[in-house]
């Protein structure tokens, strides 16, 4: 019987949708910052990667879902989230050469992930390894782009909370932006840990990290305290 954990999945799926759907309605309703369709498309390519897993705890491995997985998990895992902080942080020209550029290497190696035979043999029943791959290769893509992930993603959120820390006012952005770099970072740590064959590692921290990332934008778009409120908070007593 595969172990509970493997079953994770299905509950992260779940929650990318619901949180995807958040994002959307907050772009639609302020109808401008492309950061946030971005971001609403980065968390449902998150839950598009979660549901190959779900799909394979529960029913097993099947050639087609693999490679879905490895598209839009080990590849795309953090990078569409990346370039919403992208669009975010950098000037706009900036942003959209940097997603011509990340949309091409993608493109890229998705097609030799499509390409590449793969070994079934090596597959396990209800659990997910690129060591299908015939081509092993192919899998020095995902190293070049979660790191890509990791710089922007990671790194603008600590930039972010670095800008925010100091005042009381914005003292929610400062701890929502922590919240996010620890919630980016897990994914990655536990991606590590599935190249060694513990990808139950990866579905736990999957959820823990998306959990991290909703109540690190929960506290972003928290109401700041009021500047006039901080000045007295600020005051000692007396």
Request: proline share 5%; glycine share 10%; with cysteine.
């Amino acid at each position: 019987m595969p172990s509970p954990v493997l079953y994770l999945p299905v509950i992260t799926t779940l929650f990318s949708l619901a949180f995807s759907a958040a994002l959307l309605r907050r772009y639609l309703t302020r109808g401008h910052g492309p950061h946030l369709l971005v971001w609403a498309i980065g968390i449902l390519v998150y839950g598009v990667g979660t549901f190959t897993e779900a799909f394979t705890s529960v029913f097993g491995w099947h050639e087609g879902v693999f490679r879905a997985w490895y598209i839009s998990g080990a590849l795309l895992g953090g990078a569409p989230l990346a370039q919403g902080t992208v669009y975010l942080l950098l000037r706009r020209k900036t942003a959209h050469v940097l997603t011509a550029c990340l949309v091409t290497v993608v493109l890229v190696a998705s097609a030799f992930v499509l390409a590449s035979p793969v070994n079934p043999t090596l597959a396990e029943a209800h659990r997910l390894s690129g060591k299908v791959l015939v081509w092993p290769w192919v899998r020095a893509f995902s190293p070049f782009i979660n790191t890509y992930a990791l710089i922007f993603l990671v790194g603008g959120a600590i930039l972010s909370a670095v800008r925010f820390s100091g005042r009381r006012e914005t003292h929610h952005r400062f701890v929502g932006n922590v919240f996010i770099a620890i919630g980016a970072l897990l994914p990655g740590i536990g991606g590590a840990f599935t190249r060694f064959g513990f990808v139950e590692v990866l579905y736990v921290t999957e959820l823990i990290g998306l959990t991290l990332i909703y109540l690190g934008y929960r506290f972003n778009i928290g109401t700041p305290l009021p500047a006039a409120t901080a000045s007295v908070a600020r005051q000692p007593a007396t």
